[in-house]
């Protein structure tokens, strides 16, 4: 992997985003597949301590990251609604599947998976073995869920978008990004 030229991807991107540069005329097509995780997370009553992964929909976490659609024409499925705690072979395979199907429609640019920190190494390394295409995967996840005061998911979500839309991360295979840096699935760890 040229760790190079993911540092300078995630540059360019980076700096589009800061520079509020006009999006070109022709958006590219990016495909939020949701699986569940803190970034979707909700607390059951606010206030109250604790939260559960997965609680809301792909819809709830596009609606809650603004101006992505400036970046591109998003659309979003739900793939699973769980905690990457319980991330388990049936779900790593329809993600898969539905991933190459989607990569290898002509009218989808990039994909952007939201998922649990949990098991998020995991599912990239996973991913990056299986998918059969050159376009941009991107892995987002949280620390903090959805509900909380300080969520890091809505800008975690808009700079994966922002990566996916980039056509500088086509053929870097698949991408994890989280706290403003971006990682390659095969050299990221959680600790």
Known sequence: MNTARIARVAVLALATLVAGAAA??????IV??????????????????GYKSGSLSVESLIAAAPGMDKMA????EQIASIGSQDMNDDVWLRLARRANELLATPGVDGIVV??????????????NLVIKSDKPVVLVGS?????????DGP????????????PGAKGLGVLVVSNDD???AREIQKT
Do not use: C, W
């Open 24 to 29: 070109a005329p022709a958006l590219p097509n």
């Open 32 to 49: 939020i597949l949701a699986t569940g995780g803190t970034i979707a997370g909700a607390q059951p009553k606010e206030g109250d301590p």
């Open 143 to 151: 620390m903090r869920p959805a509900t909380s005061t300080s969520a």
């Open 73 to 76: 024409r998003i659309t979003g």
């Open 182 to 184: 971006l990682f390659a």
């Open 155 to 166: 800008l975690n979500l808009y700079n994966a978008v922002a990566v996916a839309a980039d």
């Open 114 to 127: 939201t998922h649990g920190t949990d098991t998020l190494e995991e599912t990239a390394y996973f991913l």
